[in-house]
């Protein structure tokens, strides 16, 4: 049997692939061929898989395929050796029976291993699977690998013979199959393979291309069919010809960053070809973002921005023809670039005729909920709440401003431009406030409000923003939560935990002294119009405790410490970094582990005791030399543990009350908590409820222990 391993080349020509999806349908596709491949042992598990896609071709290459798999040794089961052999080992009619079903032939006794001992002891029949060949090898495998790929919308179309059809992606022209320099024989969508493809569909030397081994693939393309059929090498190809272009096009110029459009811009072209267009400057009276987006989102082009990072009248397009003069192609790219920086300039003018504050009466006839009414009417409330959080963290002045902010922030949704470009909400609100002649931070916090928008965005850039970008998420969470629309599973259809993470963040990272309690509370009081709105507080709390837990695991905390810090519910978010800090280095000491199981079994002996226990101890209920000693370090101890506490010093908070460990210790050891005197074990256990209040205020340092 032939064993030879060679290289392996598929390729599936088809017409214009859909571009968002092809880097996906290009990587599966090869992903999925060496996975059935290595199945079947046609393929090592070791085989380098390099995966092509261009606009109208995916391909894979694999190394070291061989041309049949192995055979392989089969060991039948057959059944136990005292029901298939007589007392003189003959074989009895049961097993002949088997046999004759597997087609063995029974008339020739056949060579039977015997396995196990006893009653356990069992027949097999030994035998060797011939090694599947690659041609039904590979057939079995790019069906599946085509079954596997996921097809945005699959397309039906009739092959040449007008009667039969069939279901691709789109329809497939041409297929190739190379073991080495042998075509291997392969029917798929109508096709029968070959050694040959077609190159670029206006550019190519030849047409059409002969493919004489599967290792030179890649290059008969590139020099006689003019492709680059990698993704990620045209990709690459793109980002060069970009940066080159920007520089010639002037000092510090760089071309926008937008990992999406090179992905895409990747997918339209064969062989990239970047040359520069440019507009009228007039236009650049127009906010950059919709100049910008205009051309990202409707003609694929990257806008050039100064060394500033300011737009300039030029851009960059990624053609996919490479004439000797490129006069035609730039001419055609800046013609129909023009209507749509027309349009963007029209829209930016109308709207601006009227101010935010005129479009706040028709807010109320767009429905935010039909539970919670209008996005007018949500919009009074998330200014309700940003005056209440504004009073809280800066007075009158940031409260009015916040207010203000909070009314417009949605007023921009009624404009020309955002109707066009959804994704220009709050920036344009920016603009069209700036217009409007309202202060700085009022127009910065109309676009702020939206941030954090995803993981990692930034935090809005002043106060105002921040508190109008709490009022907006808060009254999100508590009207969604208050009308039973939670998160459930992976559906989360109103983004409740990215609103949830933004809250936190804030908090957090904007170091804002603002207790959960007192915002939520000031959230429950902007539904207080709406009947039969029942605040899911307790609810919400969870909630944004179990989001603040990912987080913290996320930053690289484990489970014990966060659970230590979040068990206690602080309310002020922007302490928890602090605490963490606290307990880790807490955690450090030589006493750490001897307090946190201390601290575990003093929980647990107030949890048990039947009645609430005071913390009043009574001095002449101490008997025991320990239970004097324990009070006394608690006199010394504790004040001077609370007094870094309330300065905020946690670490030296824990740090002190370290020194507890001896008199804990020596209490357990010496000491009867549950005596038989009713008046003592109260007495014991009022003393052990002052030692866990005073160690639990930073953590619950029982969740520290193993």
Not at 280 to 289: G, I, K
Not at 337 to 362: G, I, N, W, Y
Request: hydrophobic share 45%.
């Amino acid at each position: 049997m032939n064993m030879t391993a060679e290289n392996l080349l598929v390729e599936i020509l088809v017409e214009e692939l859909p571009p968002k999806a092809l880097k996906t349908l290009g990587e599966t596709f090869a992903s999925a061929l060496a996975a059935a491949l290595q199945r079947d042992g046609l393929a090592a598990d070791d085989t380098t898989v390099t995966a092509y896609a261009t606009p109208r071709r995916l391909a894979a290459h694999l190394t070291g395929v061989l041309a049949a798999a192995a055979d392989k040794p089969v060991a039948q089961k057959l059944m136990p050796v005292a029901v298939g052999l007589a007392a003189d080992g003959q074989p009895t009619p049961a097993l002949r029976k088997k046999l004759a079903a597997l087609g063995i032939d029974a008339t020739v006794t056949p060579q039977l291993r015997r396995e196990g001992e006893g009653k356990a002891e069992s027949l097999f029949y030994d035998t060797v699977a011939r090694g599947v060949t690659l041609a039904e090898g590979l057939q079995k495998a790019v069906e599946a690998a085509l079954a596997a790929l996921p097809i945005p919308k699959v397309m039906r179309y009739q092959l040449a013979d007008g009667w039969t059809s069939v279901q691709f992606v789109r329809p497939a022209h041409g297929l190739v199959a190379l073991h080495g320099e042998n075509i291997v024989p392969l029917a798929l969508l109508g096709l029968t393979a070959s050694n040959e493809t077609r190159g670029h569909r206006f550019e190519a030397n030849t047409a059409p291309l002969l493919i004489s081994h599967a290792d030179r693939y890649a290059e008969i393309l590139r020099e006689q069919g003019a492709v680059i059929a990698a993704f990620s090498e045209r990709r690459g190809e793109i980002v060069r010809q970009l940066q080159a272009a920007a520089q010639a096009a002037g000092t510090g110029f760089h071309p926008i960053e937008d990992a999406a459009l090179l992905d895409e811009v990747t997918a339209l072209v064969e062989r990239p070809n970047v040359l520069i267009g440019q507009f009228e400057p007039e236009f650049l009276a127009v906010p950059q973002e919709c100049l910008i987006l205009t051309m990202k989102a409707n003609q694929k082009y990257f806008p050039l921005l100064d060394a500033a990072g300011k737009l300039t009248h030029q851009f960059l397009i990624v053609s996919n023809l490479t004439p000797a003069d490129p006069a035609a192609i730039l001419g055609g790219n800046e013609r129909v670039v023009r209507p749509r920086l027309a349009d963007a300039r029209f829209f930016f003018e109308q709207d601006k005729k009227k101010t935010l504050e005129s479009r706040l009466p028709a807010l109320d006839k767009v429905v935010y909920h039909n539970k919670l009414g209008s996005q007018g009417a949500r919009s009074k409330r998330v200014a309700a709440i940003a005056l209440a959080i504004g009073e809280r963290l800066g007075g009158d002045k940031l409260a009015a401003q916040a207010q203000v902010a909070a009314r417009l922030a949605k007023a921009d949704l009624l404009t020309g431009m955002v109707g066009e470009f959804p994704e220009l909400q709050g920036v344009m609100g920016r603009y069209y406030a700036k217009n409007d002649g309202l202060p700085e931070d009022v127009a910065d916090a109309i676009e702020d409000h939206y941030k954090p928008r995803f993981a990692g965005d930034t935090l809005p850039r002043a106060r105002v923003g921040m508190v109008v970008a709490l009022a907006d998420k808060l009254e999100t969470l508590a009207g969604l939560f208050g009308i039973g629309q939670t998160p459930t599973g992976d559906k989360d259809p109103f983004a409740l935990r990215r609103h949830a993470l933004g809250v936190i963040r804030m908090l957090m990272e904007g170091h804002l002294a603002l207790s959960l309690e007192t915002i939520l509370k000031a959230a429950d009081h902007a539904f207080a119009a709406i009947p039969g709105f029942v605040p899911a507080n307790a609810q919400l709390v969870d909630f944004i405790y179990d989001r603040l837990a990912g987080l913290l695991r996320e930053q690289g905390y484990t489970a014990q410490e966060s659970d230590a810090v979040l068990s206690l519910k602080p309310q002020i978010l922007g302490d928890v970094p602090k605490r963490l800090a606290a307990v880790r280095v807490f955690s450090t000491l030589p006493e750490a582990a001897a307090l946190a199981a201390a601290n575990k079994r003093v929980g647990n002996l107030l949890k048990k005791s039947e009645n609430g226990v005071c913390r009043d101890v009574q001095p002449d209920l101490l008997q025991e030399d320990a239970e004097r000693a324990l009070v006394q370090a608690l006199d010394a101890i504790a004040p001077g543990a609370d007094a870094a506490f309330e300065a905020g010093d946690y670490t030296e908070s824990l740090k002190i009350l370290a020194a507890l460990r001896a008199p804990v210790d020596a209490f357990f050891e010496q000491v009867m908590v549950n005596a038989e005197d009713p008046a003592l074990r109260a007495n014991r256990l009022a003393l052990l409820a002052r030692l866990h209040a005073a160690m639990n205020r930073v953590a619950d340092l029982a969740r520290l222990s193993g």
